[in-house]
């Protein structure tokens, strides 16, 4: 299962980026999505989650300036990042989850690398 990010790129404080995760078709609709961030010298956390029925979560740092959305037709999930701040400079991935056979499958992206910077 190969889960697809871009987006990623270089932003002065208070811009806004647009990340993109493609995901198979074949796991998407039944699929968790997230998005997940790691600084550096930093474990990896999650930025932004969206379940299979589209019920949200943010983590409390980005609440109010992200917004995580799916478009089951494109098997893509999105995160708009508004206001954007040097402390948001990460590797983003996508994660994918969902249960099969009794067990939670995960998979990830390769991430994309985003750095606020002036």
């Known amino acids: 299962v190969q889960l697809q990010a871009s987006g990623g790129g270089l932003v002065q404080p208070g811009g806004s980026l647009r990340l993109s995760c493609v995901a198979p078709?074949?796991?998407?609709?039944?699929?968790?999505m997230g998005w997940y961030r790691q600084a550096p010298g930093k474990p990896r956390q999650l930025a932004a989650s969206i379940t299979s029925s589209s019920i949200t979560n943010y983590a409390d740092s980005v609440k109010g300036r992200f917004t995580i959305s799916r478009d089951n037709a494109k098997n893509t999930v999105y995160l708009q990042m508004n206001t954007l701040k040097p402390e948001d400079t990460a590797v983003y991935y996508c994660?994918?989850?969902?249960?099969?056979?009794?067990?939670?499958?995960?998979?990830w992206g390769q991430g994309t690398l985003v750095t606020v910077s002036s």
């Open positions: 078709g074949s796991i998407f609709s039944i699929s968790d």
């Open positions: 994660n994918a989850g969902f249960w099969a056979s009794g067990s939670r499958r995960n998979y």
